[in-house]
Structures are given as structure tokens and as C-alpha cells.
DNA sequence: CAATAATATATCGCTATGCCACATATCGGT
DNA sequence: ACCGATATGTGGCATAGCGATATATTATTG
């Protein structure tokens, strides 16, 4: 119903937007989604794990094993140039997508 | 990474809103909300028609065909009481939704 | 110290969804 | 006569989501 990026993009833009500041590994992604959505979003590892992939094969964000002493290995995930530029587009569809809903649904937000 | 409900939500969300007021058939479903969206959203009717069916099939709306002279068969869809209270909370849902990730993305609308 | 929870990454396989492409039918305009 | 808009419908492919399961390490708690 919207395009393929779009769709895609709730979920690739919540992983991008996390790594915008700060490189963080999959399973911190994954529990600050949670956190911070205060249990309303939350990712099955079954399709956190394969979107990081997709998103590193792409481009957009790339990964580094880092192994510490005293904890498992770690995959850190930094966001590229090229994957800014992407969440710059997505974080506007995201916005024209929530306005398109809201002229419909007639939904308002805070 | 939503639960179903979510996940649907949007799709189910637009289509509950629309027949709210007055029952509406599948084109004009469609062609409503890529006008009303700027064409930022678009049903393929490949979507849209399956998707009326599983609505229907649930009880949420209920279509009837009107056959008028001078036009083809249209089946208009109305919504149900049922509908009506699935509708209630899929708005709430969306909110929340939004709302999740706002908080994550740093989005803020207008 | 043994069991359990939390941390961390990974994949198999099922199901559901989206949609391209195609099909059918009617009406209005040119 | 042809084409575009209106209107509904489906087969089949590609993909995404996720429950279940697996592996490995560290922290906690009885």
C-alpha cells in the first residue's frame, strides 16, 4: 500500500536512528527499542538479526566485532555516510506518512 | 516487531475510517486514499480487495452489492458494531504507535 | 556450587502479506 | 472502433515476521 521503502521504513528507520549518535550491537538495539517505546515495539531477535544484515549489506550501516574480556563477543553497528543520508529520507516519509494517515483517520496528534 | 494488530493497523485503520460515516465499495476505498494522501499512500487491488474480505469475514464491516442501472456492480461496505470497537482501538493503537516512535526517532509532528 | 537468569548472536521453517500481472465487464468520450 | 476510467477479482511469486530453538558467556541467587 505505500512503497517498499516506506513500508520497510518504520523498522529500519527505529535501528538507523539509534545508531545515529552512538555505534550500539544488535541486542542493545533491541532492548532499548523496548525501553524507550515502553513496551509498545519490541523485535523478535528472529528479525532484528537478518534487518542488521540486510541494513550492513546495503550500506548503511556498517559492523565490527569488538570482544572484551569478561563479556561475549559484540557486533557494534555505526551508521555510514551513505546510511545518513537514507535516514534523513526515511525520517521524511515517516513524517508524510503520518500526516497522510492522519488526513484519512482524521487522527491528531500530540 | 509490533504486535499483528499493529502491524495490520495501518492498512485496517484506513479502511475502518473511511466506511465510519457511510458505507463506501473497494474503488472508492482506493481512489480515496491515494487522493486524500497527496498519493503518498496507494492500494494495489490485489491488497485491497483480499483485505476487504478478511474485514468482512471477521465482522468488522459488512458488505452488500448494489447493482444500478447504467454502472457496474459495486459491493459497498458499511461498518459494524463490532467494527465500530475495533476501529476505537486500532485509533488508540496508532497513537501509541506513533507516539513509540517519535520518543526513539526523535521525530516530532506537527 | 549448582541452577537460573540475563546477555548476545544466530538460523530453520512456517505463515501471512504485498503486489505484479492478468482477467473480466461496463460506460463515456473521441 | 478504440481507449481510458470505473469496478471487481485471482494466481503465483517474493519477502517479511516470528515462534522455536540453538549456542556461548557472565551474573545472580538460593
Known sequence: MLDRE????SAE?????LVEDQ???GYDIGTLIERRS???LRFNVASLYPLLYRLEKRGWIQGRWVEKAGQRRRRYYRLTAEGK????????????FVEAISRITGIEHA
Open 6 to 9: 516506506l513500508k520497510k521504513g
Open 13 to 17: 528507520l527505529l535501528i538507523l536512528s
Open 23 to 25: 555505534p550500539r550491537h
Open 38 to 40: 515502553k513496551g509498545t
Open 85 to 96: 543520508k537514507v535516514l534523513a529520507a526515511q525520517r521524511n516519509s515517516w513524517r508524510e
